[in-house]
């Protein structure tokens, strides 16, 4: 069965850090480009970064770039999301969720962690 | 950057069909996928690809497209299909590509 746990969120000051982990199961991890979904609350879904398979290949979303970092560790089957500079409009739930190669999109997704960005 | 439109609430009779649009240029060259969404839960995926449902996805989810637009169509809709529907694509900047984009969402309301 296909798992992913996300940790590490929590509450954060204003221009604060954050690490976000995933952590996968059930498939070999090494194999698939991952991604971060957020959702501020009430609101939609915003894709914020994509990584590949072998982190030859990443994209950020412009509401994030040059704050946040994406990078995964294959050996660890863990997915990771560096968040620096906070603002309060970061404050969401992030999921990470799996690529689907072919044809796009994401087939399963982790329960996802509240990141609140608040003094 | 790119941007997908999505009705922000659609409404339909129990046992009805109803059809969710999202409109965008990335869908002039890349795939929808459409996920449902809960109160509280995850977004989980319905249709992906040409017309895919994955595994245990029931078969009255279907997924179309024509030009700029995608639609999902739920035919016969039942009182657990009552939830936020988005859709997403692959999203570029000229022939590269960037990442994904998001539609808007649709609250879809079973009467």
């Known amino acids: 069965e296909v798992q992913l746990v996300e940790s590490g969120g929590g509450l954060v000051q204003p221009g604060g850090s954050l690490r976000l982990s995933c952590a996968a199961s059930?498939?070999?991890?090494?194999?698939?480009?991952m991604n971060w979904v957020r959702q501020a609350p009430g609101k939609g879904l915003e894709w914020v970064s994509y990584?590949?398979?072998?982190?030859?290949?990443?994209y950020y979303a412009d509401s994030v770039k040059g704050r946040f970092t994406i990078s995964r560790d294959n050996a660890k089957n863990s997915l990771y999301l560096q968040m620096n500079s906070l603002r309060a409009e970061d404050t969401a739930v992030y999921y990470c969720?799996?690529?689907?190669?072919?044809?796009?999109?994401?087939?399963?997704w982790g329960q996802g962690t509240l990141v609140t960005v608040s003094s | 950057s790119s941007e997908l439109t999505q009705d922000p609430a659609v409404s339909v009779a129990l046992g009805q069909t109803v059809r969710i649009t999202c409109q965008g240029d990335?869908?002039?060259?890349?795939?929808a996928s459409w996920y449902q969404q809960k109160p509280g839960q995850a977004p989980v995926l319905v249709i992906y690809?040409?017309?895919n449902r994955p595994s245990g996805i029931p078969d009255r989810f279907s997924g179309s497209s024509s030009g700029n637009t995608a639609s999902l169509t739920i035919t016969g809709a039942q009182a657990e299909d009552e939830a936020d529907y988005y859709c997403?694509?692959?999203?570029?900047?000229?022939?590269?590509?960037?990442?994904?984009?998001f539609g808007t969402g649709t609250k879809v309301t079973v009467l």
């Open positions: 969720a799996r690529d689907i190669r072919s044809t796009g999109g994401f087939d399963y």
């Open positions: 059930g498939f070999t991890f090494s194999s698939y480009s």
């Open positions: 990584i590949s398979s072998s982190s030859s290949t990443i």
């Open positions: 990335s869908l002039r060259s890349y795939y």
């Open positions: 690809g040409k017309n």
């Open positions: 997403n694509s692959r999203d570029s900047s000229g022939n590269h590509l960037k990442g994904y984009v």
